[in-house]
């Protein structure tokens, strides 16, 4: 597993991790979250070092924002990059992302919604789905919601039974029942320093908070 440095956002680095492809081997993905005011920078980065071609992206929050540290913005442009440079792109919105029309409206080439806020998409054989924000007071413009409305929407998306799950919030907030035998949980918003961990339950979960996650396609498959 190689690991380095993209960018720094904040003083905190933006690392940059090839690992072996828990997903799915046959295709090739990038997760990421929480880069902040570095999202476009990042993307384009991306792009010119060869990973976006060919990848599925799945991003789980805080894709915009300004120098000052804790600010809000308009991921649109970051989104918009995404689409047209990978082979598919898929989002949860953050705390610190604004809502908009245009970002939940956004399409796959092959139809698909890109926002996967209470939907669900079958990307080959891993059904994905997820919610956007965090539990929290609530704040115009962005995303937080209370706990009993979070924890109903996520019902709303589980029961639909899920591979993969999408959070911006952390599995150590949301009510661990609910989490309960979920085989995969891809969330930000939160650091720690392990990637991967596995829960009692058998359910692993997988912080990008920060984290550029490249997962490549298995040569043995």
Known sequence: MSCFPLAYSHG????????????????????????????????????KMGYLKGSIV????????????GSDGDPIDVYSYFMEHAKAFYFVQGNHDYFSDACESLRNSDGSLCSLDRKTVDVGKLRIGGVHGIIGKDKPDV????????????????KRGLDVLVTHETPM?????????????LFGH??????????????????????????PIRSDV
């Not at 799915?24 to 999202?39: E, N, V």
């Not at 937080?144 to 929407?153: I, M």
């Open 12 to 47: 905190h680095p933006i690392m940059f991790h090839e690992m072996d492809n828990f997903l799915d081997p046959t295709r090739q993905f990038i997760l990421l979250s929480d880069m902040h005011d570095m999202a476009l920078a990042i993307a384009e980065m991306l792009h």
């Open 58 to 69: 799945i991003a789980a929050g805080d894709m915009a924002g300004t120098g000052k540290l």
């Open 143 to 158: 995303h937080k919601r209370p706990t009993d409305v979070y924890h109903s929407y996520l019902k709303q998306v589980l």
């Open 173 to 185: 907030t949301i009510d661990g029942k609910l989490l309960k035998e979920l085989p995969l949980h």
């Open 190 to 215: 939160h650091h720690r320093n392990n990637i991967l961990e596995t829960a009692k339950g058998g359910e692993t979960s997988v912080c990008l908070d920060g984290r550029v996650l490249f997962l």
